[in-house]
């Protein structure tokens, strides 16, 4: 007897223990879940698990956060940079009627295709990393919204600076998706107001292997520089053939190779390849600093690679809205039409009509030395290093 | 057109002629002994390709830096490593299911190509990327005009030659390949004539796979580049020239094979609409050739099928 009344008070007094620890973590505090999806396996995986660990962080860190109003959990679904997986993987976010918000998608022919499942369910989306235009200006859908620029932004810049070098002929190699398409579009019709030439146009399959026969043709032709729209695998595919063949025109690409892959595929050839991205390097960005130490301590496996940071940027504005508005998907909704100046660690981020952040930063950059290199900061633009055939 | 850009076509055709021959045969082997498509195998030319370039990373990191003594160990070991995998997989996957009907094999295969795809890229260490492969052989080059031969390049065609020749040799100059001949014609009787049945077959799958291996490798220096998905098309394509040819004929294989690239590389140069059309353009040509004649443009000697 006086054991078992032993045994009851020690329970007893551990419960109470329990108790007394417990509330400061997780009573009160209602759960809320918020999605992502990317592409985590596949040719541009890298990029996607690096998106997937930054968006991770700003839940993270938000739920250490002892003054936010609910506790956050992150689901995450796989794209496979596929249009008919991601309109899978969008349906299973959507269709949980307990997420509230969700950043998706790295790849654009994804994000197009996933607007309308999104547009349907109601759920409040911020896009993370893919570029084409028209996932935000091809509809009037309330739920999308996007942190980073478009290809739109890139390609004027990109048009106005390659002529500024003094090139004059190109040769556009584009993988056949939105992505590339999107990228060829802009690009020529950029650079035909800024007086450059195009001497022909190849579209490609995402995943050829061989590009000899189009290369010896852009060696037949002669341009100045290969304008080449598509994705880190097959940009280092044709810089390695290009070697080869003895192509020696320049490399310009977009900001789909503009990853730490491209330099590891391409090896030294990598050396002087210019291109483009929106918004500018991670530790150059006004929380560059700020992210990249919390993921450093949270030991990601992973780099967070070139779209962590609007991963991260996306989730937050998510969360902030969240914390403001309750776990509602109307008043996320309409709350994130109206951001405008609000700080982010991408810079100011302010939606137009379209859901698209307005406020575009475009960065140049060529690889020097192993490294994606701001142009501004390069020794090809103090001149101390050329170009392939710059002028 | 200039004759020096023709020569490069004609250059670049001959290499990827070479690559997809070397997948083909593997196919028409398989087909030939034990009557299965195994379409694991352009994966398993991805698992050599990698095995060759781990091999050459962990010969960097002990210090052996003589590209010769590189070039062959890597071959070797790739070889050898991809034909003990594709005896591994005879063994235990084809054989066990040899009287299921043959849709079976084929869906196991096709099943298992995407086990050995996504090992890749799991399990090599950022697998998911483009992997630098390293260029081993001498990359001096020969200019004329506007030809560029490089010397990595013709090394590389002499090899595929002189590995095609060999297996040729083997399958018909020595006792091996009349086993191997004998099985393929016709299983029971070679069983009744002390053929080794079992033997035979695993040889064979190992042949097979070491020279996909082989083309993994070649691949990986021609293009100074590897995937983990570039087995899925090569398989494709592999497949598709193999049957084009005559599935079950060597020689058929290696038409094919060439007969592919030509038409790729016809394709994207001389169709005046975007290159975006030159596989649509070669699978067409071979779509139409498959209903000209339908078992290949050259037939296997004996056909089972009456």
């Known amino acids: ?391 | 057109m200039d004759i020096g850009f023709l020569a490069q076509y004609l250059i670049n055709g001959l290499m990827l002629g070479m690559i997809y021959a070397l997948v083909a045969v593997g196919f028409t082997l398989f087909f030939g002994v034990l009557d299965v498509i195994k379409f694991s195998h352009g994966d398993v030319l991805t698992v050599g390709a990698f095995a060759g370039l781990a091999t050459y990373l962990g010969l960097q990191a002990v210090g052996i830096s003589n590209p010769a003594i590189q070039i062959l160990i890597v071959v070797i070991i790739a070889t050898t490593s991809v034909a003990g995998l594709g005896a591994l997989i005879a063994r235990y996957i084809v054989m066990p299911i040899r009287s299921a009907p043959p849709l079976n094999t084929l869906l196991i295969t096709l099943m298992l190509g995407t086990v050995l795809r996504e090992s890749v890229r799991l399990f090599y260490p950022q697998g998911a990327n483009p992997q630098s492969f390293p260029s081993l052989l001498p990359t001096q080059s020969l200019t004329l005009g506007n030809f560029n031969l490089r010397l990595d390049n013709a090394i590389m065609l002499i090899a595929g030659v002189m590995v095609i020749v060999g297996v040729q040799f083997l399958l018909n100059r020595t006792k091996l390949g009349l086993a191997i001949r004998a099985v393929a014609q016709d299983e029971e009787t070679a069983k009744t004539m002390g053929v080794n049945f079992t033997l035979v077959v695993l040889i064979t799958f190992a042949l097979g796979s070491a020279l996909a291996a082989f083309g993994g490798v070649m691949n990986g220096l021609y293009y100074n580049e590897v995937n983990f998905g570039m087995g899925l098309l090569l398989g494709v394509i592999g497949f598709s020239s193999a049957i084009v040819g005559g599935l079950g004929n060597i020689y058929g294989a290696i038409l094919g094979g060439f007969l592919f690239a030509g038409l790729q590389t016809i394709g994207a140069v001389s169709l005046p609409f975007a290159s975006a059309y030159k596989d649509v353009f070669a699978f067409a040509i071979v779509i139409a050739i498959m209903a000209w004649r339908p078992t290949g443009l050259i037939q296997e000697k004996i056909s089972e099928r009456v």
Not at chain 1, 315 to 337: C, F, H, S, Y
Request: charged content about 25%; some cysteine.
């Open chain 1, 1 to 391: 007897m006086n054991r078992v009344r032993l045994l009851a008070t020690v329970a007893f007094g551990a419960t109470i223990a329990l108790a007394a620890t417990v509330p400061n973590t997780t009573f009160a505090k209602d759960k809320v879940k918020v999605g992502f999806v990317g592409p985590l396996t596949g040719g541009v995986s890298a990029n996607g698990i690096g998106g997937r660990n930054s968006a991770d962080l700003a839940v993270r860190l938000r739920n250490k956060d002892a003054k936010a109003k609910y506790e956050y959990e992150l689901i995450v679904q796989d794209d496979e940079c596929k249009p008919n997986i991601g309109v899978q993987a969008a349906t299973k976010v959507a269709a949980d009627k307990d997420v509230i918000a969700a950043a998706t998608h790295y790849c654009s022919a994804v994000a197009i295709a996933t607007v309308p499942t999104y547009h349907k369910f109601g759920l409040p989306v911020v896009v993370w990393g893919a570029v084409l235009p028209a996932i935000t200006y091809g509809n009037d859908y309330k739920e999308v919204h996007r942190v980073n620029g478009t290809m739109i932004n890139q390609n004027q810049i990109a048009a106005k600076f390659m002529r500024s070098l003094g090139y004059k002929t190109w040769a556009v190699i584009h993988d056949t998706t939105d992505y590339g398409k999107g990228h060829n579009e802009f690009f020529s019709e950029n650079l035909a107001k800024e007086g450059g030439k195009i001497l022909a146009t190849f579209g490609v399959t995402s995943d050829q292997q061989d590009f000899t026969a189009e290369l010896t043709k852009i060696k037949e032709l002669n341009p100045d520089a290969i304008y080449f729209g598509g994705l880190t695998p097959i940009g280092v595919r044709i810089r390695a053939q290009m070697d080869k063949l003895g192509v020696d025109s320049l490399l310009q690409g977009t900001s789909g190779i503009v990853s730490d892959a491209f330099i590891e595929g391409a090896g030294k050839l990598a050396e002087g390849t210019v291109a483009f991205r929106e918004g500018a390097p991670t530790e150059k960005l006004p929380g560059g600093k700020f992210f990249l130490e919390n993921y450093k301590s949270e030991k990601y496996d992973n780099p967070p690679e070139a779209y962590g940071a609007f991963a991260f940027a996306a989730m937050n504005l998510i969360l902030d809205t969240i914390e403001k508005e309750g776990p509602d998907r109307k008043k996320v909704r309409d709350a994130l039409n109206k951001v405008k100046g609000v700080d982010s660690i991408v810079g100011e981020i302010s939606f137009d009509d379209h859901g698209q952040n307005t406020v575009a930063l475009i960065t140049k950059y060529v690889t020097q030395d192993g490294k994606w290199t701001v142009w501004e900061d390069s020794e090809y633009a103090s001149g101390k290093r050329k170009l392939a055939r710059q002028k």
